[in-house]
C-alpha cells in the first residue's frame, strides 16, 4: 500500500498571479499535501506569496520575460512549451488544476497525472469566435494563423492525462466533445465554513459580484435594475468598468452603486443582506452563486453552464432563459412573487450550499486519488 505521507507530489496550476475560484482549488489542493511543490507558468509574490510561499513556487522561464505576470495571457504561443519544460521524474504524484496549459504536462509513465479541469481552453473552442470579435486586429491575425496548431497541441496532451476530473456536468461534456475523453464531476470548493446567514431579514438591494469582463454580462443587471428602479449594487472591477458605469449613467435617478473592489468581509456583509444575488454570465462552474446561498440568498441567474447544478429553481433561486435585460427583468418579477410567498428560507439556502464545502471537495478528491493510486500499485 503507498503511504501518503512520505509522496512527493507536485502541484502543477495555470498562473499565479490573481487569487479566484481556480486558485482556491490549488490551496485545497496543497491542504491535502502540505509538502508538495507547485510549478506555474508566472508567479506574482506581491499578490499570491500570502497564500503560495515563494520557497514552494517553481515557475517557468516565462517568468524571465520583462512584466510576464502582466503580458502572460497575451503568450499562450510559449505555454505548451513552458509546461513540457518542467521535469517531474522525481515525483510520485502530479496533480494538474487547469483550464489553459497546465494539464499539459509531461509525465514518466510511472507517475500518475491527475487532472483537475476547469474548462478546456475556452479561446480554442467554442469561445473562439466570441474572443477573436473582442480582439483587435493583431491579435486577430495571430490568432487565426496559430489557433490551429494550439488546437491540435491541446487535444493531443489531454490524451497524456491518467485521469481526468471536471469541475461541473457541463465542463464534463465539453471534456468529451473536444477531448473525447470521459472524467469525474468533483465540485470545487467553497468556504461554507466562514459564509453563513447573519440572521437578519434582507435589505431591498439586488447584488452583482464579478471580474468587470464582457462574458460575465454585468451589464444585463444594470440595465434591469435601471429600467426597473431597483436598487443595484456592483461589486468588482476589471477592464469593462468604465463601460458599464456610462450604462447606469444613462439610468438617471436609478440606485446603482459601484463599491469597487472589497475586502472578503465587506462582500460577505452585502451578500447576507440582500434580497439576491444576480448572476448573468454562462459560468463553467460559478463559485460566486454557491458564496451567495451559503449566506443564505437566493440567485437569479442566467439558466445555462455550472448554475444549472448549484440553483435549485424555485427554492435557492430562479433562472432566466436568456441573456438579455427583458428576460432578468420577467425573472426579477417571478422572484418577488416567490419571495413574497416565503419560497427562499435563508437557513434551508445555506444548508443546500454546505453540499460545495471544502471539507467535500477534499474527501472526494482524496478518495479519487487513493484510487488511482491503488489501482497503479496492481499494475
Not at 512584466?67 to 513552458?82: E, Q, V
Not at 483537475?116 to 473552442?125: D, E, G, K, V
Not at 468556504?191 to 460575465?216: A, C, I, M, W
Request: glycine letters at 6%; a positive charge.
Amino acid at each position: 500500500m503507498y503511504n501518503p505521507e512520505n509522496m512527493k507530489v507536485a502541484i502543477v496550476h495555470d498562473w499565479l498571479v490573481n487569487y479566484g475560484g481556480a486558485e482556491r482549488v490549488v490551496e485545497a489542493m496543497l491542504s491535502l499535501y502540505p509538502d508538495a511543490d507547485i510549478y506555474t507558468l508566472v508567479y506574482d509574490e506581491k499578490k499570491m506569496g500570502r497564500i503560495f510561499p515563494k520557497e514552494k513556487v517553481r515557475t517557468s522561464f516565462v517568468q524571465k520575460i520583462p512584466g510576464s505576470t502582466k503580458i502572460y495571457t497575451k503568450l499562450l504561443t510559449l505555454m505548451p512549451k513552458a509546461f513540457e519544460s518542467f521535469d517531474f521524474s522525481g515525483y510520485d504524484l502530479v496533480l494538474c488544476s487547469s483550464s489553459s496549459c497546465a494539464k499539459g504536462v509531461i509525465t514518466p509513465p510511472s507517475v500518475p497525472h491527475i487532472a483537475y479541469i476547469h474548462s478546456p481552453m475556452r479561446y480554442a473552442w467554442d469561445q473562439f469566435f466570441e474572443y477573436r470579435k473582442r480582439s483587435g486586429s493583431l491579435t486577430r491575425l495571430f490568432m487565426d494563423r496559430w489557433m490551429m496548431g494550439i488546437r491540435l497541441w491541446d487535444f493531443v496532451s489531454s490524451q497524456r492525462i491518467d485521469s481526468i476530473i471536471a469541475n461541473s456536468a457541463y465542463i464534463a461534456r465539453r471534456i468529451k466533445k473536444y477531448w473525447n475523453l470521459d472524467s469525474k464531476v468533483i465540485f470545487p470548493p467553497v468556504d461554507t465554513q466562514r459564509l453563513r446567514p447573519n440572521g437578519k431579514p434582507s435589505e431591498d438591494f439586488f447584488v452583482v459580484f464579478s471580474r468587470f469582463v464582457p462574458y460575465k454580462r454585468i451589464d444585463l443587471a444594470i440595465r434591469a435594475c435601471g429600467e426597473t428602479g431597483k436598487k443595484l449594487v456592483v461589486i468588482g472591477g476589471g477592464s469593462q468598468e468604465k463601460e458599464l458605469r456610462e450604462i447606469a449613467s444613462l439610468y438617471k435617478g436609478a440606485d446603482i452603486t459601484f463599491t469597487g473592489r472589497i475586502k472578503d468581509d465587506e462582500v460577505m456583509d452585502y451578500l447576507q443582506r440582500c434580497r439576491a444575488l444576480i448572476f448573468c454570465a454562462e459560468e463553467d462552474f460559478g463559485i460566486i452563486p454557491v458564496e451567495a446561498q451559503a449566506c443564505g440568498r437566493p440567485v437569479i441567474a442566467f439558466g445555462k453552464g455550472g448554475a444549472l447544478e448549484t440553483v435549485v429553481d424555485g427554492k435557492t433561486g430562479v433562472f432566466f432563459g436568456h441573456q438579455s435585460a427583458d428576460a432578468l427583468m420577467i425573472a426579477m418579477e417571478k422572484f418577488e412573487e416567490l419571495e413574497r410567498n416565503g419560497a427562499f428560507v435563508p437557513e434551508k439556502i445555506a444548508e443546500h450550499a454546505k453540499s460545495f464545502s471544502t471539507e467535500r471537495f477534499c474527501a472526494q478528491l482524496r478518495e479519487h486519488i487513493e484510487g488511482i493510486l491503488s489501482e497503479k500499485e496492481k499494475c
